[in-house]
């Protein structure tokens, strides 16, 4: 059993930068397919990006492209979101994911991940 913990939420005005981490415990960190998928209120969890587990292969929505990027550290088990030029509408609770299954570390566009953490909210303001 994989157990997620986000953190490095917070309120930042558009324009700005934050930086949120994942840290896994339980399993091994380096097998697993990890992203980040993003909720805003009244709409569907969205991917927003995700990365194979030596991090050479990311994918990215395009409504993050240029703007975000996802990594990690598999030493550290943790992997990060840097999110740059923050909009309004990345307003949401960013969730980070993990998963075993092969066919995620195929296919980095699939969204059915077994692990989740809690949950973090970023909000920016206008």
């Known amino acids: 059993q994989v157990q997620l913990v986000e953190s490095g939420g917070g309120l930042v005005q558009a324009g700005g930068s934050l930086r949120l981490s994942c840290t896994a415990s339980?399993?091994?960190?380096?097998?697993?397919?990890m992203a980040w998928f993003r909720q805003a209120p009244g709409k569907e969890r969205d991917l927003v990006a995700s990365?194979?587990?030596?991090?050479?292969?990311?994918y990215y929505a395009d409504s993050v492209k240029g703007r975000f990027t996802i990594s990690r550290d598999n030493g550290q088990n943790t992997v990060y979101l840097q999110m740059s030029s923050l909009k309004p509408e990345d307003t949401a609770v960013y969730y980070c994911?993990?998963?075993?299954?092969?066919?995620?570390?195929?296919?980095?566009?699939?969204?059915?991940?077994?692990?989740w953490g809690q949950g973090s909210q970023v909000t920016v303001s206008s």
């Open positions: 339980g399993g091994t960190f380096s097998t697993y397919t």
């Open positions: 990365i194979n587990w030596n991090g050479e292969r990311t």
């Open positions: 994911a993990a998963d075993l299954d092969y066919l995620i570390a195929y296919d980095l566009t699939n969204t059915d991940y077994d692990y």
